[in-house]
């Protein structure tokens, strides 16, 4: 969902860089696209995960490009 709206958000690279780099090297097990180089390492939440998830969710909302206009508003 998030890859969606990324272009709304300014710096959404930035701010999911540290997630991308915790993910990396793990497959989805639903959609097996390629081997895993670690497969049987468990996923350890950190802080550094943590705080750029919190990141991520409070960027989301509030891009201000994702508000409902208001009918009559001078612009």
Do not use: C, V
């Amino acid at each position: 969902m998030y890859n969606f709206y990324r272009r709304f958000i300014p710096k959404a690279a930035h701010i999911l860089a540290p997630l991308i780099k915790f993910l990396e090297g793990h497959t989805n097990k639903k959609k097996p696209s390629r081997p895993s180089k670690n497969p049987q390492t468990p996923l350890e939440w950190t802080e550094e995960a943590e705080n750029s998830f919190t990141a991520a969710k409070t960027a989301s909302a509030d891009a201000t490009l994702l508000k409902h206009p208001i009918p009559g508003a001078t612009f």
